[in-house]
């Protein structure tokens, strides 16, 4: 029994995508209206080819001059109408003037190893640079390494010293880094080594060693040791 044709390549349908339809099939009613109704009309004949053909992934959309030749439009008219859709978030220009329509959900389906929980002071975070430059770096390596930081920022001396924990507890990370803990929140450290999660704790020395400089390896050596 012999199997159906395949369509070639080039037109078969990726996953989480809808085909655009072709322009000839798009009808502008008013057609022959004043030009400020003709734009808005061509707008919103525009917009909803595209919301119709957007789902998952982005695919090319037709060009302005194909849009301008069809309809009989001024390009400078049709640039306008498409500056409107980029605002709206349906089209954008990437390099090379070609136009793609966005994706309605964003669905890239990656996949990562797990997710690595960083806890900080936001006191600390907000006025010390050195402590900010070091989490970017952390998150950085992880991500090299397919882990996710999720980050959790808490208030030394706080009313409830051990919410945070509970809430970092609960989202069942696969390790913990504790950043610049104060002495006086060891139980939050505590807490956090019961749960039976894995903990790392950078200190003040260290943040502030040779190693933790611009173009230190520290920060990639941290993260190989939690994940590797």
């Known amino acids: 029994m012999s199997r159906p044709a395949q369509p070639p ?20 009613i008013a057609r022959d209206a004043q030009p400020k109704r003709r734009n808005e009309a061509l707008f919103r004949l525009l917009r909803a080819a595209a919301q119709d053909a957007s789902w998952q992934q982005p695919q ?27 605002t709206e978030g349906i089209l954008t220009i990437s390099w090379g003037s070609k136009t793609i329509i966005q994706a309605v959900q964003l669905d890239r389906q990656l996949h990562v190893r797990g997710v690595i929980a960083i806890v900080v002071p936001i006191e600390l975070f907000g006025r010390d640079h050195a402590c900010r430059e070091l989490i970017d770096r952390l998150a950085n390596e992880l991500w090299k390494l397919r882990f996710v930081a999720r980050f959790w920022f808490f ?19 696969d390790a913990i880094i504790l950043v610049m803990l ?21 200190s003040e020395a260290t943040l502030r060693s040779r190693q933790f400089q ?3 390896r520290e920060a990639a050596a941290i993260a190989r040791r939690l994940v590797c």
Do not use: W
Request: one cysteine or more; proline letters at 10%.
């Open 60 to 86: 090319p959309f037709y060009s302005i001059r194909t849009v301008a030749t069809h309809f009989h439009f001024p390009r400078i008219a049709v640039s306008r109408v498409f500056n409107r859709l980029k």
């Open 155 to 173: 208030e030394p001396n706080g009313k409830d010293p051990l919410g945070i924990c509970q809430s970092i507890i609960k989202e069942k990370p």
């Open 182 to 202: 104060p002495a006086r929140e060891k139980m939050l450290e505590q807490r956090l080594t019961d749960g039976g999660v894995r903990i790392v704790t950078i």
């Open 214 to 216: 611009p173009g230190g």
């Open 9 to 28: 390549k080039s037109e078969r349908r990726k996953p989480g995508t809808r085909r655009l339809k072709p322009i000839h099939l798009l009808d502008l």
